[in-house]
């Protein structure tokens, strides 16, 4: 059974820039959810997405944006990068929309 | 929405004590609370969670009980061991017309002291 796996760990953008994450399912689960994480503070919910559609979302700006595909992977895309972005970025997979998430390593992001 | 407080924001104990950390959450809807921990430069792994229509579950050293009236949950975790330091989260989940929403605490750093 593989584990979650993001990409990639580190990135640093400048402000203004637009940013890919992406994330690849433990094997056999549907449905992703992406988080973010500020030094010292608890994940932040982004969205999630069930099945190739966003099923439900935090408070977050429609400059963040995603895509699940078939084989269930997904990405993360945020738009006018602005300082405040930097941050860990997780993503945690499950079998079904409601059950137990497990996170994948992060990929930290830099905004200068 | 929902807000998820945690308490305390550090804990420091003598190894082979018990560390406590609560939860508090605002949105009777909640329905399902794990917790994980995350060690420093490492994933949130978790460790225990608990379903609404269940008051308390345990996994050997660690136990979660949730009082649903009250709208709090605690992580008890017993005889501990230098290994549990860490950072500990609780979250609490949602279900929506609109879909899943899902809220964590601000966390607690635990230290044990050999």
């Not at chain 1, 099923?55 to 078939?70: A, I, K, M, V």
């Amino acid at each position: 059974e593989t584990g979650v796996t993001q990409s990639p760990t580190h990135l640093i953008k400048t402000r203004g820039q637009q940013v890919t994450l992406r994330c690849s399912s433990q094997s056999g689960h549907n449905t992703v959810s992406w988080y973010q994480q500020a030094l010292g503070q608890g994940p932040q919910f982004i969205f999630q997405y069930y099945r190739e559609e966003e099923n439900g979302r935090g408070n977050f700006p429609p400059r963040f944006s995603g895509l699940q595909f078939p084989n269930y992977s997904s990405e993360l895309n945020v738009n006018a990068l602005e300082l405040d972005d930097s941050a860990l970025y997780l993503c945690a997979s499950s079998l079904y929309s409601s059950e137990t998430q497990y996170f994948g390593p992060g990929t930290r992001l830099l905004v200068l | 929405g929902e807000n998820v407080e945690q308490h305390p924001s550090t804990l420091s104990v003598q190894e082979g004590d018990s560390a406590v950390i609560k939860c508090t959450y605002s949105d009777s809807a909640s329905n399902y609370f794990p917790w994980y921990k995350q060690e420093l430069g490492k994933r949130p792994q978790l460790i225990i969670d608990i379903r609404s229509n269940v008051g308390e579950k345990k996994d050997q050293r660690i136990a979660v009980t949730l009082n649903k009236t009250a709208k709090h949950f605690s992580l008890h975790i017993t005889e501990t061991q230098p290994e549990d330091s860490a950072v500990y989260f609780c979250a609490a989940t949602t279900n929506k017309n609109t879909g899943n929403q899902f809220y964590f605490g601000t966390g607690t750093s635990l230290t044990v002291i050999p």
